[in-house]
T-cell receptor, first 116, second 112 residues
Framework: DGGITQSPKYLFRKEGQNVTLSCEQN?????MYWYRQDPGQGLRLIYY???????QKGDIAEGYSVSREKKESFPLTVTSAQKNPTAFYLC???????????????FGPGTRLTVL | GENVEQHPSTLSVQEGDSAVIKCTYS??????FPWYKQELGKRPQLIID?????GEKKDQRIAVTLNKTAKHFSLHITETQPEDSAVYFC???????????FGAGTRLFVKA
């Protein structure tokens, strides 16, 4: 299960505080992704990045921000503008454009964020 | 907008029986369709995928079929075993394979 890591595993924050979730990969992957997983709703795409210094909004980007300053890292900030931030957050990476069109995503272990 | 619908949400089968999970997608430009398995408390992992130029793909007890005209694809698991119990997600990739839309998931229970 190595290659892509997320920290911390559990995170508690007070309402109104911004919080940043870490995601690091050593797979030499170009593309990275952030998903939110809620019960019964599958995985919803928050942001994705095809290459360093570039990223695009997914379906539920409001209240979230990302950066991609390094190939290995794609941190996600959950801002106070996110109405219901309590969820399980999954980061993933894939080989990107160097691979075949459409390629396997490798997921991290996830971070469970609880806003009190 | 782009959407992937997955059915059923819950599936219970007897060990040794077959299980079928069906998905439909909305964007005809989708060209990559992976299936992920997520065991309780673990991360999703790819179990099989299919590209739009292929109608069927098999890997031991698992097979996936794709009907591009109808915009639906299915996962077939034969000779189910208790360790197949998990949540299965279908997905469809857009935008050159980067933007992936997931179905809501199917919780499969295999009774021994």
């Amino acid at each position: 299960d190595g290659g892509i890591t997320q920290s911390p595993k559990y995170l508690f924050r007070k309402e109104g505080q911004n919080v940043t979730l870490s995601c690091e990969q050593n797979l030499n992957h170009d593309a990275m992704y952030w998903y939110r997983q809620d019960p019964g709703q599958g995985l919803r795409l928050i942001y994705y990045s095809q290459i360093v210094n570039d990223f695009q909004k997914g379906d539920i980007a409001e209240g979230y921000s990302v950066s991609r300053e390094k190939k290995e890292s794609f941190p996600l900030t959950v801002t106070s503008a996110q109405k219901n931030p309590t969820a399980f957050y999954l980061c993933a990476s894939s080989i990107g454009k160097r691979g075949p069109l459409g390629n396997e995503q490798f997921f991290g272990p996830g971070t469970r964020l609880t806003v009190l | 907008g782009e959407n992937v619908e997955q059915h059923p949400s819950t599936l219970s089968v007897q060990e040794g029986d077959s299980a079928v999970i069906k998905c439909t997608y909305s964007d005809s430009a989708s060209n990559y369709f992976p299936w992920y398995k997520q065991e309780l408390g673990k991360r999703p992992q790819l179990i099989i995928d299919i590209r739009s130029n292929v109608g069927e793909k098999k890997d031991q007890r698992i097979a996936v079929t794709l009907n591009k005209t109808a915009k639906h694809f299915s996962l077939h698991i034969t000779e189910t075993q208790p360790e197949d119990s998990a949540v299965y997600f279908c997905a469809a990739s857009l935008s050159g394979g980067f933007k992936t839309i997931f179905g809501a998931g199917t919780r499969l229970f295999v009774k021994a």
